[in-house]
C-alpha cells in the first residue's frame, strides 16, 4: 500500500473502521477530561490550587493504573474488562461534579479525581493491541501505517478536545463540559468492547507461563523503549511551559498559541506522511534517525530569540510523533502477545510521567533564569531522546538477521 490509499485500506480491512470510529471517538473524550476537570472544580471552588490537586491526583491515578488495567485486558479480554470500567468511570465522574456541585472539600474532590483516572479506558493500548491482531501474515508490513493512523486521530482529538471543553466552560457550563467527557470516553469504550470481532484472542496460560511472559516487560529493548517514551514525554512538557513563558517574556503571549499551532500542523503533517508509504531501512534504524533528527531539530532552542524558538518548535515537531509511532512498532516485535496491551499501556504512562516531572523541572528553571532557562532543559530532553533511539541500534537488534526484524 502507497499514497493515500494505504489509509483508506487499512480501514477497509474487516472490522477495522468498526472499532477504529468509536475509539477515536473516545479518544476525544479523554483530550477532553483534564481540562474539564480544571474548569468544573475552579468554578466550583474558586481555587485553581485545588482544581491542580484534583486535575494531579487524576493524572497520577491514570499513570499508575493503566498498565494494571492493560495487564488484566490480557488476561481476561477486553470486553470483560471495558464495559465495567466504562461503568466505574461514569459513577466516578457523577461522584466528582456532584462532589463539585455540593461543595465536598479538596481533598474528596481528589480522591473523586483520583478514581475517573483510575477507571479512564486505554483506548489508545487497546485499539493498537487490535491493530496488531488484526494485521496479520502479509499484511504485517501495514501495520507501521496502522499505528500512524492511530497516531494521526490521537492528534486530532487533543486538538478538537480541548478546544471543545473550553468553549462549552466558557459559555458558563463547566458541569456540561465535563458531561460530554464522560459520555465519549463511556460510549467509546462501550462501543469498542462489543466489537468481538476484532479483539485480539486471550492467551491462555498458566502461572508459570504467565511469568515467561511479563519477562518480556523487563527485556532491555522494552526497558529501552519506556527510556524514549519517558524523555519524549519529557520534551513535550517543557516546550509547552518554555514556549509559554518565551511569548510571556517577550510582551507577546498571544505568540504562544501560533508557535503551538504551527508545531501541531507541522507533527501531524510528518505522521501522515510518515504512514504513507513503507520506509527501505528496519523501525529500529527509522527510531535512531528520528530520535536523532529530535536532537539537532532542537539545537536551535540554545540560541533563544523568536527565529531559534520557532525553528526548534516547527523542527522537532516533525520527528515527536514519529518516534512515538515507531515506539509502538518496536514494542510490539519485543514483547510477548500475552502482555501486548499492557506493554502500550506502559509506554503511554511513561510518556506522561515524563511530562509531568520534565514540566516541574521546567517550571523551576523558568522561574530561575526566565524562559532560556526553560528552553535549556526543552534541549536536554531532546538530547535524552536522541542517545536512548541511537542506543536502540544495538539494544533492539534482533537476536536472527533478518528483513522483517525490528
Do not use: C, K
Amino acid at each position: 500500500m502507497t499514497g493515500a490509499a494505504s489509509y483508506r485500506a487499512l480501514l477497509r480491512t474487516p472490522g477495522a473502521a468498526a472499532f477504529f470510529v468509536p475509539a477515536a471517538g473516545g479518544r476525544v473524550g479523554i483530550a477532553m477530561t483534564s481540562l474539564s476537570i480544571v474548569w468544573l472544580v475552579r468554578d466550583a471552588t474558586g481555587s485553581y490550587a485545588t482544581a491542580g490537586l484534583v486535575t494531579g491526583a487524576f493524572a497520577v491515578a491514570d499513570a499508575v493504573v493503566g498498565p494494571q488495567v492493560g495487564r488484566l485486558i490480557d488476561r481476561f479480554g477486553q470486553a470483560r474488562v471495558l464495559l465495567p470500567g466504562a461503568l466505574v468511570h461514569a459513577v466516578a465522574v457523577g461522584a466528582l461534579v456532584a462532589g463539585a456541585a455540593g461543595h465536598a472539600p479538596g481533598w474528596l474532590l481528589a480522591a473523586a479525581g483520583a478514581l475517573v483516572g483510575a477507571s479512564l479506558p486505554q483506548l489508545s493500548a487497546v485499539a493498537l493491541a487490535r491493530w496488531s491482531a488484526l494485521l496479520d501474515g502479509e499484511r504485517r508490513a501495514a501495520l507501521p501505517s496502522a499505528y500512524a493512523l492511530e497516531s494521526l486521530s490521537n492528534s486530532v482529538a487533543y486538538l478538537v478536545g480541548p478546544a471543545l471543553v473550553s468553549a462549552i466552560a466558557a459559555a458558563g457550563r463547566p458541569v456540561l463540559g465535563t458531561l460530554t467527557a464522560a459520555v465519549l470516553v463511556v460510549a467509546g469504550g462501550s462501543l469498542l468492547a462489543l466489537q468481538r470481532r476484532t479483539a485480539p484472542p486471550v492467551v491462555a496460560t498458566d502461572g508459570r507461563h504467565r511469568s515467561h511472559h511479563r519477562r518480556a516487560l523487563r527485556r532491555p529493548g522494552f526497558l529501552l523503549l519506556v527510556g524514549v517514551n519517558t524523555a519524549i514525554g519529557g520534551f513535550f512538557g517543557t516546550m509547552s511551559i518554555a514556549v509559554t513563558a518565551f511569548a510571556v517574556e517577550r510582551g507577546t503571549p498571544e505568540l504562544a498559541a501560533v508557535l503551538f499551532a504551527a508545531s501541531n500542523g507541522t507533527g501531524l503533517v510528518a505522521v501522515l506522511l510518515y504512514g504513507l508509504r513503507p520506509w527501505p531501512v528496519p523501525p529500529r534504524t527509522q527510531l535512531a534517525l528520528a530520535g536523532a533528527a529530535l536532537g539537532l531539530g532542537a539545537l536551535p532552542l540554545a540560541a533563544g530569540g523568536l527565529a531559534g524558538v520557532a525553528a526548534g518548535a516547527v523542527l522537532t515537531a516533525a520527528a515527536v510523533p514519529v518516534v512515538i509511532v515507531l515506539g509502538s512498532v518496536l514494542a510490539d516485535a519485543v514483547v510477548d502477545r500475552g502482555v501486548l496491551t499492557e506493554a502500550f499501556a506502559w509506554l503511554g504512562s511513561a510518556s506522561a510521567a515524563g511530562s509531568a516531572l520534565a514540566a516541574t523541572a521546567a517550571g523551576v528553571a523558568v522561574d530561575g533564569s526566565g524562559a532560556r532557562g526553560g528552553l535549556l532543559v526543552a534541549l536536554a530532553a531532546a538530547a535524552a531522546t536522541a542517545v536512548l533511539a541511537v542506543a536502540g541500534l544495538r539494544a533492539l537488534h534482533p537476536p536472527t538477521t533478518g528483513a522483517d526484524g525490528p
